[in-house]
C-alpha cells in the first residue's frame, strides 16, 4: 500500500487526506498545528457554490489609490509592504482584462459549482451534515448605483449557468427581516450552503480520518529528502518517509514548492473576523456585502462578521481595528445587531494573482502534487480539490479538466 504525506491540515489538506484513504492509500498528515486550527478555523463559512468572479476583474486598478490611503477600506495594503508586494500586484493587476478575467471565471466556476457534490460523501461518511444549512447566500447592495453595477456583473453568472434571482429592496427584507428596509436590493444564489462551524467541520474530517487509520503529525515540515526526481522523504523533527507528497499548507505553500523546484507568486489576502456571542438576531441566509467586503453568517456559537483584505505578508502583527470596524459596517445595515463582547481573529488567505488555485502534479518531482492558492474559496473548493488530487496521484480521470490549475501555467 502507497504511504502518502500530505502537508497542511487546514480544509483543503484534510479533504485531499480522506480522499487519499478512500483510493487506498496510508496516509500521514503532518500540520504544526492542531487539524483545521489554521485559516480554515476563522472563515465565513460560505460553501459558494456560485462563485464565478475572479478577484482581478476589469477596471481594478482604479481602487489602488482608495487601499493606500484610507487605513479602514474593504481592501487595504500597507505601504511599508508595498515594495516587497508590487511583482504580486502587477501580475494581478494584468488579469484585469475582460479575457483573462473570462477564463478565470471559467476555471473557478469549473470548481465551485459541484463544490457541494464533492463535499457530501465527505460529510455524510463523518457524520457532519448537520454542520451544514443549504439556505443559499444574499449578495446584499445599499445603493441603486452599487446594485445596478451588480446587475451588469451578473453576465458572468448568466454565462457559466449559475441559477440566480434578483431582489428588490422590499423582498429582500421580507426574506431577511433583520436586514435594514432602506437597501436597494440583492442578488440571492439558492444553491449555495453554509457551515455553522468551519473548525468542527475540519475536527469531523479528522476523526474520521483517524478512524480510517490516519496517522496525525504535529511538526513543523522544513524540507525534503530527495533521490533524483522523486522525493523519499519529509523533513519535520523527524525524516517521515514516504511514496508520494501533497502540499497543502496554505499561504505558506510557496516556501515549500520552492524548495520542490516550482515558484509560484503567493502572497496573502490577510482577513479578519469578528465572533459576536450574543448578537440579538439569527440570520437564514449568509449574506455578503460585496461593496464593504465582508460576509455575515450565523454559526453555532454565534454571528460572524468576516472578511477584508489587508496586504501586509505573513509576518507583520494583526490590526484587529480592522475586525473591530465591522461591526460598525454591519450595524448600518443589520440595525438590531448587538456588538458587544466580540472576539477578534485574523487568518491567511493563500493567494495567488489569477484567482485560480494550484491543483497539479509537479513537473520537476514526479511524486508530488500541490493543491493550494485558493484564495477567498478554500473552503468550497476543499473537497473537489481532494478529489482532483487524488485522481492525479493514481492516475485516474479527474473530475474536472486540469490545465488551468497547472503550477506550470504562465503566470
Ligand atoms: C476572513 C476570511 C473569510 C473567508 N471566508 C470564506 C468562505 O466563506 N468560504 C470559502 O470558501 N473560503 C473562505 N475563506 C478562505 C478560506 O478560509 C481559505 O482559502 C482556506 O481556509 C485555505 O485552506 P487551506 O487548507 O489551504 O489553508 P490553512 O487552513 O491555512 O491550512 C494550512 C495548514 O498548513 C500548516 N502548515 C503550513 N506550513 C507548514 C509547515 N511548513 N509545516 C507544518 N505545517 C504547515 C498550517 O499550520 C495550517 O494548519 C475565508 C478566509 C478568510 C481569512
New binding site residues.
Given amino acids: 500500500m502507497k504511504r502518502s504525506g500530505v ?7 484534510l479533504a485531499t487526506a480522506l480522499s487519499l484513504q478512500e483510493s487506498g492509500r496510508q496516509v500521514v498528515l ?4 492542531l487539524p483545521g ?4 478555523s ?7 457554490t456560485g462563485a464565478v468572479h475572479p478577484e482581478s476583474m476589469p477596471g481594478m486598478w482604479k481602487e489602488i489609490p482608495a487601499m493606500t490611503l484610507n487605513w479602514m477600506a474593504p481592501v487595504r495594503l500597507r505601504p511599508s509592504y508595498l515594495f516587497e508586494f508590487l511583482p504580486w500586484l502587477v501580475r494581478f493587476l494584468r488579469n484585469g482584462n475582460v479575457q483573462t478575467a473570462e477564463q478565470a471565471s471559467i476555471a473557478i466556476s469549473a470548481l465551485s459549482a459541484s463544490a457541494l457534490e464533492h463535499f457530501q460523501p465527505l460529510l455524510s461518511k463523518a457524520g457532519a451534515q448537520q454542520l451544514i444549512r443549504q439556505h443559499g447566500t444574499l449578495y446584499v447592495y445599499e445603493t441603486k448605483a452599487e446594485f445596478a453595477k451588480a446587475k451588469e456583473e451578473c453576465a458572468y453568472r448568466d454565462r457559466r449557468g449559475v441559477v440566480y434571482q434578483l431582489l428588490d429592496g422590499v423582498a429582500l427584507h421580507k426574506l431577511e427581516p433583520s436586514l435594514s428596509v432602506n437597501l436597494a436590493g440583492a442578488i440571492l444564489t439558492p444553491n449555495s450552503a453554509h457551515t455553522i462551524s468551519p473548525l468542527a467541520l475540519s475536527q469531523k474530517f479528522f476523526e474520521l480520518f483517524s478512524q480510517q487509520g490516519g496517522e496525525y503529525i504535529q ?3 522544513s524540507g525534503f529528502t530527495c533521490d533524483g526526481s522523486t522525493v523519499a522523504a519529509i523533513q519535520a523533527e523527524q525524516e517521515i518517509d514516504v511514496d508520494e507528497v501533497f502540499v ?5 505553500s510557496g516556501v ?1 514548492a520552492k524548495q520542490l523546484g516550482s515558484k509560484v507568486p503567493l502572497d496573502t489576502e490577510r ?3 469578528l465572533m459576536l456571542p450574543r448578537p440579538g438576531m439569527d440570520l437564514h441566509h449568509n449574506l455578503i456585502f460585496p461593496v464593504r467586503g465582508f ?1 455575515a453568517t450565523s454559526m453555532q456559537d454565534g454571528l460572524r462578521l ?2 477584508t483584505v489587508e496586504f501586509a505578508g505573513l509576518d507583520a502583527a494583526p490590526d484587529y481595528s480592522r475586525a473591530e470596524h465591522l461591526a460598525k459596517c454591519a450595524a448600518n445595515v443589520l440595525p438590531g445587531l448587538q456588538t458587544k463582547e466580540g472576539v477578534c481573529w485574523m ?4 493567494s495567488v494573482p489569477d484567482s485560480i488555485p494550484v491543483i497539479s502534479a509537479s513537473p520537476h518531482y514526479q511524486n508530488v502534487f500541490f493543491g ?1 492558492g ?9 473537497a473537489i480539490t481532494g478529489a482532483i488530487l487524488a485522481a492525479l496521484a493514481g492516475d485516474k480521470e479527474t473530475p474536472v479538466d486540469c490545465e488551468p490549475y497547472r503550477i506550470d501555467r504562465r503566470w
Avoid at 37 to 40: D, L
Fill in positions: 502537508i497542511g491540515a487546514g480544509i483543503v489538506g503532518i500540520d504544526r498545528l486550527e489554521g485559516t480554515s476563522g472563515n465565513a463559512g460560505i460553501i459558494s511538526e513543523q515540515v497543502t499548507a496554505g499561504a505558506y515549500l482577513g479578519y473576523h460576509a468576516a472578511g487568518g491567511f488567505r493563500p493550494f485558493h484564495g477567498h474559496l478554500g473552503l468550497t473548493q476543499s
